[in-house]
């Protein structure tokens, strides 16, 4: 008997887990720092911090669906991921030159910021996004490539994978949060890259492993030499885009209009009666995670200013840095994720298992919970402006028990609600969805703030929170009311929900 549970596994399953979870840290060891880096540093206001925050992590989540075709068509999973890793190590790496810290303009008006670092700044920011978008899907495709299709080791080479995306993203706000604000920037961020670092050596120690799979048929020298020129194109692109961060939303804007039109088109002339309730019912659901990302991400830009201004974070006489309880949703997902597959299986033995649109309504009520909850822990909050920690650690709870009935469940709902020949398409569909979460995400964190340029009030995070838990409540309510009225109606009309159907 061994306990190491990659035994039983193919090899490459260990080097995706080990490339996957540095990643991961690397991202989240700087996607702490980021807002304290923008408001402290560089003197952004809270809102236009949170503008560039939303913009960033929206285009992290926007470029796996060009990183994800470039690798169908022309690069294989193996080398977009060799190239994501590169990317990823030279911006962050970047991070570490800070340059001077801004300052006041001496006339009163505005900030005054070191043009070269903060370009310099922004293509880190830029290489990273870059980075992740050749990363993160298609190394997930190369754990199921490691498989054949009906293995039954399969679902269980997926959730070690997810431990090892948590894994990484629990460690690193806890080591990268506190040397960042504690000795400085540049250290959190260079761990950050030395986190990285080693997941590129992992990957290019390991890739033998990974040899013939996922390989795209028309791959050529040129297609080959061609995907690695647009990788700088694609950064360059980046780079200005984060300059523009409001055409953000509008790119994103534009985006979905097409995905929902190409979605159509694709539902009422290519489809059987059948696939196109499928495909339309998958649709509607995505648009569900929009809602979802937008209250959820809150985490790392309002709740993380939040947990440093108005939380007591003093435990046994000594504060945690605020960027270190970052590492918390992760350490949930970890603990809760066995007790949630063990919910679902225990339901499901009992014919009750929800269907997807019911884990969507779960998640959005957690959601709610979350942050009614935390409204009235600032209301009950004793005069010193500042609440007990225990508050903000129920809302992580919460929040990350919300993550595990919806994001899992919906990288699956893709695969089983959509055609074969549009499951690439539509996944690309969810990444954008995630994005504009994400750039939503970054609007309501800034409405914490009242004016442009303020740093927000303990009652400024209240009111939002009250209306996102109010309006999560809502929805809610819309996603699981026809299934409880379905289910209360007399018997004469029994429940017809064919099993897999939400
Ligand atoms: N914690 C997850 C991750 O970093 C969040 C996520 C879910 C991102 C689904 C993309 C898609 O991987």
Known sequence: MTLNPFRQHPPGLATCFAVEMWERFSYYGMRALLIYYLTQHFLFSDREGYLLYGAYTALVYMMPVIGGVIADRWLGARQAVQLGAILLVLGHFGMVFEGPAASPATNGEGVVRDALYLNGFFLSLALIITGVGFLKTNISNLVGALYPPHDRRRDAGFTLFYMGINLGAALAPLLCGWLGQTYGWGYGFGLAGIGMLFGLLVFLRGQRHFRGLCESPARTRRGLVGAYLAAPALVAVVWLALHYQQAVGQLLGGAGLLAAGALLVLAFRYCTPDERRGLLTCGALILVTIVFWAFYEQVGS??????????????????????????LPAIFVILFAPLISQLWLGLSAAGREPGTRGKFGLAIGLLSSAFLLLALGIALEGGDGRIALAWLVLNFALLSAGE???SPVSLSMVGRLSPL????????????????????????????????????SIDGYATVYLQLGLLAAGTTAALLLPSIYRRLRPAAAPAQTPEGTP
């Open 302 to 327: 309002s709740l993380n200013l939040f947990a440093d201004r108005s939380v007591d974070r003093v435990v046994f006489g000594v504060e945690i840095p605020a960027a270190s309880l970052q590492a």
């Open 404 to 406: 595990l009935c919806l």
């Open 421 to 456: 020949r549009y499951c690439g398409f539509m996944m690309g569909v969810l990444f954008l969805a995630i994005s504009a979460g994400n750039f939503t995400a970054g609007l309501i964190a800034g409405l914490t703030s009242q004016g442009a340029g303020d740093a927000a």
